[in-house]
């Protein structure tokens, strides 16, 4: 059963860079099929798309957040991870991973995992 | 930095029907790009509820189903029940966004 761990601090200082981590469990991260992304939800706001990867290291970011943030795969570990520099307040968050189909005309992610809170305070 | 918009709230006796609208422009939905929504209990993960516009994952109810025209789309649940109660995101790609977009959410409410 595929399944998807986010891990990393759930506490971070100001203008530091938040890292997070997601372990793939139940399914291979080198599967052609699929493509990984980070979405995140600010409390009690809606679902902000991050970036996606691929595991040959294709990335895709936001255009909001290119210049923060950088995206890479461990195929070994079956794990991808997340960066995200110079972080504020307003980078306080529920970070999801998620395992993403692509194809010409949709973008969609079928499989999240459960979200870890990421608090950005001194 | 949503570009679908969402009605905040809908609500339904049970039983009832509803539907959300989800309305894009010409850079996502309307450039023929596929639609695709989520539910979200509270406290929870999203959960794909449809996608490609009107398929259902395994596990998903029929009640649930969804629509695309033009630049909006529609999910309708239909004999609305109270494990119902959630947040419901639609999401879609934006060419000018180079990735994905999702709308500003709605929450239904079971009364």
């Known amino acids: 059963q595929l399944q998807l761990q986010e891990s990393g601090p759930g506490l971070v200082k100001p203008s530091e860079t938040l890292s997070l981590t997601c372990t793939v469990s139940?399914?291979?991260?080198?599967?052609?099929?699929?493509?990984w992304g980070w979405i995140r939800q600010p409390p009690g706001k809606g679902l902000e798309w991050i970036g996606t990867?691929?595991?040959?290291?294709?990335?895709y970011y936001n255009p909001s957040f290119k210049s923060r943030v950088t995206k890479s795969v461990d195929t070994s570990k079956n794990q991808f991870s997340l960066k995200l520099s110079t972080v504020t307040a307003a980078d306080t968050a529920v970070y999801y991973c998620?395992?993403?189909?692509?194809?010409?005309?949709?973008?969609?992610?079928?499989?999240w995992g459960r979200g870890t809170l990421v608090t950005v305070s001194s | 930095q949503s570009v679908l918009t969402q009605p905040p709230s809908v609500s339904g006796a049970p039983g009832q029907r509803v539907t959300i609208s989800c309305t894009g422009s010409?850079?996502?939905?309307?450039?023929?790009?596929?639609v695709h929504w989520y539910q979200q209990p509270p406290g929870t993960a999203p959960k794909l509820l449809i996608y490609?516009?009107?398929n259902r994952p395994s596990g998903v109810p029929d009640r649930f189903s969804g629509s695309k025209s033009g630049t909006s789309a529609s999910l309708a649940i239909s004999g609305l029940q109270a494990e119902d109660e959630a947040d419901y995101y639609c999401?879609?790609?934006?060419?000018?966004?180079?990735?994905?977009?999702f709308g500003t959410g709605t929450k239904v409410t079971v009364l």
């Open positions: 998620a395992r993403q189909s692509v194809s010409s005309t949709y973008w969609f992610f079928d499989l």
């Open positions: 999401q879609s790609y934006d060419r000018s966004l180079g990735g994905s977009v």
């Open positions: 990867i691929y595991y040959s290291g294709s990335t």
């Open positions: 490609v516009n009107n």
């Open positions: 139940g399914d291979s991260i080198r599967n052609e099929n699929y493509y």
């Open positions: 010409s850079t996502n939905i309307g450039a023929g790009y596929d």
